[in-house]
């Protein structure tokens, strides 16, 4: 939808005139509004926390909120909530989840906790006055960071290194403060953010006031953390005797299977295309914990990426080995979340999402992240190498189509009984429907 003229001052708007104005571009705005409000939540107070999260907010896009139980990490049990658009992840992810489980669970263990950020700017002095300054430039950064790092520092957290790298192979004058944090139960983006702001300003300061240094030589370009996080690392896996799996997938032996699974594992070590494929099914658990905590699943698809592609090549995140007939699966990724600050407590329902998983720390939330990723990579592995993808799929996504399809309650109930043991397509699903209503016309007019 388009608009003839730039607006100014649509920001200014009240919430209600901004959904007029939008409504107004539909051909039928009063259904369009109707539409937008009825999404509005009914508690205003409710509706006003969610509408600052973002701006020029006119109405809300709800997702399905699911748990997937029988998630056994370190032999705790975990109800793991799941905020996901795609019709069978949340299965997945309790079916492989209930697999494990009977299997002895997942075993899980966080690496570190550390974050970064940088510092990047130019300097055009003497680098090696530069580096010879270093200890009495990171004594003077800590003293004049103190007021912002102070209450981070009493919950055990702060700035816990600070490097200095030079970076002039990538560019004329180019370097970099490389700074490493704690920040305890916090994410610590705005932490983290300020304290590279007051580097930048210390900096200025120690060059202007030191001799042999010139403010000039100095200009920050920009201070912002980093979401690679490459040492905020998750370790986690599942293992059993290859004998148990016997009745992993219909008509294989557990052998077969470790070994058709061992193959595409491998072929997602080796291959880019298939590996980015590998580490989206990875994704959909963990995006979808992250997202029902009210984490940042953005700056953790980031990260994950950026660390897939550590070597040089892009590679899956989790490998499969079979040793001495045990076959295991693990995964390590980085994982920089937090159960403080941002919307974890803000959101009523990241908030609900805490409390069913017992209000867990940091480095346990970010296990049971990596235990839905984990749990959703083995399904996807597990359909793909016996049965293939699409049967499960489609096969939870019929509700959808019967929905694409204007199908009534009673040609959906028909038509769930039918596709119950035939294998479910757009097309054959259209061509049963069409069936049914050339057989009783009236059938699908309740729904519509
Ligand atoms: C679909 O959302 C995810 C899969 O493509 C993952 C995979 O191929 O491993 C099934």
Known sequence: MTHQQILKGFSKLSQDEKLRFVSARFDDSQQARKIFESFIHPDPYIQQRLSGFSENTISNFPLPYGVAPNFMINGTLYLVPMVVEESSVVAAASAAARFWAERGG????????????????????????LKQAM??????????????????EKRGGGVTEISLKDQRHLMDNYFQLHVTFETGEAMGANFINS?????????????SNTKGFEPRDFEPVMAILSNYNDECLVEISVSCPVSELDHAA????????ARRFALASQIAEADVHRATTHNKGIMNGVDAVILATGNDFRAIEAGAHAFAARSGT???????????????????????????????????????SMEILGNPEARELMMIAAAAGLANN?????????TGIQAGHMRLH????????????EESKQANRHFSNRKVSHQAVAAYLDQLRKRSPNAGKNHT
């Open 250 to 257: 219909p008509g294989l032996t557990g052998k077969d299977f």
């Open 195 to 207: 304290c590279l702001e007051d580097f930048s300003e210390g900096l200025h300061e120690f060059f």
């Open 378 to 386: 083995f399904a996807a592995l597990r359909s793909l190498t016996t």
């Open 314 to 352: 892009y590679r899956s995140l989790s490998r499969t080995r079979i040793e001495d007939g045990e076959f295991e699966i693990a995964l390590t990724m980085p994982m920089a979340l937090g159960t403080v600050g941002g919307l974890t407590r803000l959101h009523p329902l990241a908030e609900k």
């Open 106 to 129: 997942f075993r899980a263990r966080v690496i570190d906790t550390s974050k970064n950020g940088q510092l990047h700017f130019l300097y055009k002095g003497d680098p090696d006055q």
């Open 398 to 409: 019929l509700p959808n189509i019967l929905t694409q399809l204007n199908a009534s309650e």
């Open 135 to 152: 200890p009495d430039i990171i004594s003077h950064l800590r003293k004049h960071a103190a007021p912002v790092t102070a209450n981070m």
